[in-house]
C-alpha cells in the first residue's frame, strides 16, 4: 500500500528555517496532488501548502511569503521550504496525497479530500 514518510521537522528558533521532506512510494507519484497539513494540540488539521500534478501551487495565507512547497516527480518526494519560522507554526506536520487529473491547477485544501497521509513530522518553534 501507499507509503508517505515525512522527515525533516525538529525543535528551531523563531526566524529560523527548516525544510521537511515527504518520500512517496507504492503510488505512482506523478499522478497525484501532494499536500502539506499540520496540526497543533487542540486543534483540527489544516491546510498549509499543496502542489499540483502540473504545479499549479497554493498555500494558506499565514505562509505565503515564508513557506514554498516543490515537488520532484523523478525522486518521488515533495517538500516544504519553511523559512521565518513563527512561534505560531508549531505543530505535527503531515505529507499527502490526491489522486487528481493533470487539468487540476488548484489543488484542495479539505483535509478529507486526499486519499493518503503520513505519519507526521513535529515541528517546534521557540522563542
Request: proline content about 3%.
Amino acid at each position: 500500500q501507499v507509503q508517505l514518510v515525512e522527515s525533516g521537522g525538529g525543535l528551531v528558533q523563531a526566524g529560523d528555517s527548516l525544510r521537511l521532506t515527504c518520500a512517496a512510494s507504492r503510488l505512482t507519484f506523478s499522478d497525484y496532488t501532494m499536500g502539506w497539513f499540520r496540526q497543533a494540540p487542540g486543534k483540527e488539521r489544516e491546510f498549509v501548502a499543496a502542489v499540483t500534478r502540473r504545479g499549479g501551487v497554493n498555500a494558506v495565507d499565514s505562509v505565503k511569503g515564508r513557506f514554498t512547497i516543490s515537488r520532484d516527480n523523478a525522486k518521488n518526494t515533495v517538500y516544504l521550504q519553511m523559512d521565518s519560522l513563527k512561534l505560531e507554526d508549531t505543530a505535527n506536520y503531515y505529507c499527502a496525497a490526491k489522486l487528481q487529473p493533470f487539468y487540476v491547477l488548484v489543488a484542495p485544501t479539505v483535509p478529507g479530500s486526499y486519499d493518503h497521509w503520513g505519519q507526521g513530522t513535529q515541528v517546534t518553534v521557540s522563542s
